[in-house]
């Protein structure tokens, strides 16, 4: 399978644990994208990576939200001292990152449900 | 501040009937317009996308149509099946230069009854 692929696809944890969810983006993209989609809503973005290098963070979430790319291929997305209102699904896609080659290729998603 | 809206919520429509969705977005420097399909438990995947240099666009059963002026672009589904009931998403983002992250709308949930 050449797609995205995100690992976990479900994880359940308690309130006030840290979770960490992986990315392995399609190997030849060098631009990564997070996002959160709650029920009933569209995808919301997060940050995003061109490379190993972060582009945009401010709308991450907040402060216990963060998210790594460090060789340029996988990215891991993790939120510290999980809340009831994290409970969704976390999107990974990846795109060539050239302005003619625009398809965003998306992963399965990893849902989170905080307990 | 939603960028893009859509509508409607959800659409019921019977077996070969003609499918419409609607999209408005505010940023005038948007020049990339996909549409997105999502199943249950899946990620969503590109159906058909449009820049606004072209007022129409056709892939098969799905057309884009897209209105500058107005700011607003709809995603038509022409004889609809009951395996094209699904979630659908516009989506808006800047392409020249950049690349930007996608900015997506609420989503429309489809029904089709046979």
């Known amino acids: 399978d050449t797609g995205v692929s995100q690992n976990p696809r479900h994880k359940i944890t308690k309130r006030g644990q840290n979770v960490t969810f992986r990315c392995d983006p399609i190997s030849e993209h060098n631009r990564l994208y997070w996002y959160r989609q709650t029920l009933g809503q569209g995808p919301e973005f997060l940050t995003y990576f061109q490379n190993e290098a972060q582009l945009e963070k401010s709308r991450l979430l907040s402060d216990r939200f963060s998210a790594e790319r460090p060789k340029g291929s996988f990215s891991t997305l993790e939120i510290q001292r999980t809340e009831q209102g994290d409970s969704a699904m976390y999107l990974c896609?990846?795109?060539?990152?050239?302005?003619?080659?625009?398809?965003?290729?998306f992963g399965q998603g990893t849902r989170l449900t905080v307990v | 501040q939603q960028q893009v809206k859509q509508s409607p919520q959800s659409l019921i429509v019977q077996k070969g009937g003609i499918s419409i969705i609607n999209c408005a977005y505010e940023n005038t420097a948007f020049d990339y317009f996909p549409w997105y399909q999502q199943f249950p438990g899946k990620g969503p995947a590109l159906l058909i996308a449009?820049?606004?240099?072209?007022s129409e666009k056709k892939e098969g059963r799905f057309t884009i149509s897209f209105n500058k002026s107005a700011k607003q672009f709809s995603l038509h589904i022409m004889d609809s099946q009951p395996g094209d009931s699904a979630t659908y998403f516009c989506?808006?983002?800047?392409?020249?230069?950049?690349?930007?992250?996608?900015?997506f709308g609420k989503g429309t949930r489809l029904s089709v009854i046979a």
């Open positions: 896609a990846s795109t060539l990152g050239t302005a003619m080659n625009t398809e965003a290729f």
């Open positions: 449009i820049r606004p240099d072209v």
């Open positions: 989506a808006a983002s800047l392409q020249f230069p950049g690349n930007t992250p996608l900015v």
